[in-house]
């Protein structure tokens, strides 16, 4: 089972649809976790943590379920300029000096 | 100001030279890292850094070697570059609780390798 597994892409959708994003994820000691962003040719960037509890920024929101190592993302009301690819992202081992284990990315195309 | 800088952006040379990549951060951060982004788009650790010294150092060839003259540069040296290094590689910093606040990416070094 490869570490960080997402959704297959592409997911092509009209301006201001809702879209999902899943992860799973197979380490069981991940402590830590993201959403990046990563345009085309461009370096990933930090999109949001997610939390627990579910954490919402603006039309986004993230869902981690730890018991299913289960991560989502929620983008509501779809912009052009959400076009992107987006990578689900776990620490690799527990404590202070772990790395970051990048799922594959699902693209995003959001259409007029 | 730039926070991560890689230099060059852009990297086209001939199978079995050697050449170096260079990282830089501003962010006072104490972890570096490089990640290769190959062809089909995964993004993988190649080595991590705290403070000068090596921490993680995945399944790379030892044709590659990451130098750490201090915490805010990380420089990677290919030696006898082969095709299939072909790639894009990224640094990235981080503090202490860089696994609370993620990491923070250069724009890349695009490695074309003919």
Same mark, same amino acid.
């Given at each position: 089972?490869?570490?960080?597994?997402?959704?297959?892409?592409?997911?092509?959708?009209?301006? =201001?649809?809702?879209? #999902?994003?899943?992860?799973?994820?197979?380490?069981?000691?991940?402590?830590?976790?993201?959403?990046?962003?990563?345009?085309?040719? $461009?370096?990933? $960037?930090?999109?949001?943590?997610?939390?627990?509890? =579910?954490?919402?920024?603006?039309?986004?929101?993230?869902?981690?379920?730890?018991?299913?190592?289960?991560?989502?993302?929620?983008?509501?009301?779809?912009?052009?300029?959400?076009? #992107?690819?987006?990578?689900?992202?776990?620490?690799?081992?527990?404590?202070?000096?772990?790395?970051?284990?990048?799922? $594959?990315?699902? $693209?995003?195309?959001?259409?007029? | 100001?730039?926070?991560?800088? *890689?230099?060059?952006?852009?990297?086209?040379? *001939?199978?079995?030279?050697?050449?170096?990549?260079? /990282?830089? *951060?501003?962010?006072?951060?104490?972890?570096?890292?490089?990640?290769? *982004?190959?062809?089909?788009?995964?993004?993988?650790?190649?080595?991590?850094?705290?403070?000068?010294?090596?921490?993680?150092?995945?399944?790379?060839?030892? %044709?590659?070697?990451?130098?750490?003259?201090?915490?805010?540069?990380?420089?990677?040296?290919?030696?006898?570059?082969?095709?299939?290094?072909?790639?894009? !590689?990224? /640094?990235?910093?981080?503090? %202490?609780?860089?696994?609370?606040?993620? !990491?923070?990416?250069?724009?890349?070094? %695009?490695?074309?390798?003919?």
């Amino acid at each position: 089972r490869k570490e960080v597994e997402q959704d297959p892409g592409p997911f092509n959708v009209p301006e =201001g649809a809702t879209v #999902a994003f899943n992860c799973t994820y197979s380490n069981s000691a991940s402590q830590s976790f993201f959403w990046y962003r990563q345009d085309c040719r $461009k370096e990933p $960037k930090l999109l949001m943590s997610v939390y627990s509890s =579910g954490n919402e920024d603006g039309r986004f929101t993230a869902q981690l379920n730890r018991a299913s190592q289960y991560i989502s993302l929620l983008i509501r009301d779809s912009k052009l300029s959400d076009s #992107a690819t987006y990578l689900c992202v776990v620490t690799g081992y527990g404590g202070s000096q772990g790395n970051l284990i990048f799922g $594959k990315g699902t $693209k995003l195309s959001v259409k007029p | 100001d730039t926070a991560v800088s *890689q230099t060059p952006k852009y990297l086209v040379t *001939q199978m079995g030279n050697d050449k170096s990549i260079k /990282c830089e *951060q501003n962010l006072g951060h104490d972890t570096m890292y490089w990640y290769k *982004q190959d062809s089909k788009k995964f993004l993988k650790i190649m080595f991590s850094y705290n403070n000068k010294e090596l921490i993680i150092n995945e399944t790379v060839p030892n %044709r590659f070697s990451p130098k750490s003259p201090d915490k805010a540069h990380l420089n990677l040296h290919i030696n006898s570059l082969e095709l299939g290094d072909s790639a894009v !590689y990224f /640094c990235a910093s981080s503090s %202490r609780d860089g696994l609370d606040y993620g !990491y923070t990416f250069g724009s890349g070094t %695009r490695l074309t390798v003919v």
